[in-house]
């Protein structure tokens, strides 16, 4: 068999994993057997607390300590009602790692760093990789808007370099990257390794609701959209009638309320009960390349060879071939 290509960068040094891939929180849907089966796989795999209930989460956290002696992580909303419960979680369950979105985790940080908590916001702007570069965060996720859930306005090809340049902590790629080529370019701009979502949302391990795998699996490249932007709250989904209907609203000066009222509770219809339809289906643009379901461990092997091949093969040119005729 093949040897699975390591690669030892800041991010692997920092966690103590082998690959440089964190498997991004999803609300509703990174539970203990997606977040066990990437850490079992050599990645960071992470428990999304979105606005569960401490009783629900604390099961969740348990039952991935029984699945995998690896590390794993939280990815914490800061926005929860239940952000003092999560925090005391964090110290009880000995919890090692946490991403964070929805805010400012300064405040927590220094008592997170004396538990020894590496912590890793997520930035959608230099503006904020620099906010919480200040306050101590260990790292930052530099996600552009090609990815699914919520969105700032960089793409990632543009914001990851211009993140590196602005602050000294190491930064993780996220959006857009489904492949090796996509990880590999992610490692050419400055990044240490990357966070990936909707390539997880068809694995094995996933459990998303039947209809919603299927609608990743048969998405193109333009089967997404933006909604929510006039909000301020904008997500990207996969196309249907939801987003037709919110998009509608939202073209003739609906009411942001109102609208915001449509995605309550959207995200849980699509991803639990499989409404997908009328539910929130939210994707990154890279659903158009992600056509087969595969174990974690597939997927994560899959990345780290083909980004090794990359590397050989490909695109890599000598300073020679510079002044050439170039067949790309
Ligand atoms: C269905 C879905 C739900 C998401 N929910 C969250 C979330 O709760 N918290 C968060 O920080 N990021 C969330 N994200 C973003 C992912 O963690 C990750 O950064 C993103 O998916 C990376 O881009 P990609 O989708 O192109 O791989 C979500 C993404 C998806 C696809």
């Not at 800041?10 to 990437?38: C, F, H």
């Not at 073209?251 to 009222?261: A, L, M, S």
Request: proline content about 3%.
């Amino acid at each position: 068999m093949q040897e699975i290509p390591q690669l030892k960068t800041k991010l692997t040094e920092m966690l103590g994993i082998k690959y440089p891939i964190i498997q991004g929180g999803m609300a509703w849907i990174a539970d203990a057997s997606l977040a066990s089966a990437v850490s079992n796989a050599g990645g960071l795999g992470m428990i999304a607390c979105g606005n569960q209930k401490p009783d629900e989460l604390r099961k969740q956290i348990r039952d991935c300590k029984e699945k995998t002696d690896k590390i794993f992580g939280l990815n914490v909303m800061l926005m929860s009602r239940y952000v003092d419960d999560i925090m005391q979680m964090i110290e009880d369950e000995k919890i090692r790692v946490i991403t964070t979105g929805a805010g400012n985790p300064g405040k927590y940080i220094p008592h997170l760093k004396e538990l020894g908590v590496k912590v890793i916001p997520v930035a959608g702007s230099v503006a904020i990789a620099k906010r919480v570069a200040r306050v101590g965060a260990d790292a930052v996720i530099a996600e552009g808007m090609e990815s699914g859930g919520h969105l700032g306005e960089m793409t990632t090809m543009a914001l990851v370099p211009q993140v590196i340049d602005a602050v000294d902590i190491p930064v993780i790629a996220a959006g857009g990257i489904g492949d090796g080529r996509g990880m590999a370019a992610a490692f050419m701009l400055g990044a240490c390794g990357v966070q990936m979502g909707t390539r997880f949302l068809t694995a094995h391990e996933c459990t998303v609701s039947r209809p919603y795998k299927d609608a990743i699996l048969s998405a193109k490249d333009s089967s997404t959209t933006v909604t929510g932007s006039m909000a301020g709250h904008a997500i990207r989904v996969i196309k249907n009638k939801l987003s037709r209907q919110i998009q509608q609203l939202e073209k003739h000066g609906g009411d942001p309320e109102e609208i915001v009222k449509l995605g309550v509770g959207a995200l849980k219809r699509a991803a639990y009960e499989g409404d997908v339809e009328f539910g929130s289906v939210m994707s990154g643009q890279i659903a158009g390349m992600v056509n087969k379901e595969e174990s974690c461990r597939e997927i994560i092997e899959d990345m780290m060879r083909d980004t090794a091949d990359v590397f050989r093969n490909r695109n890599i040119l000598m300073a020679e071939d510079f002044g050439k005729d170039i067949q790309a």
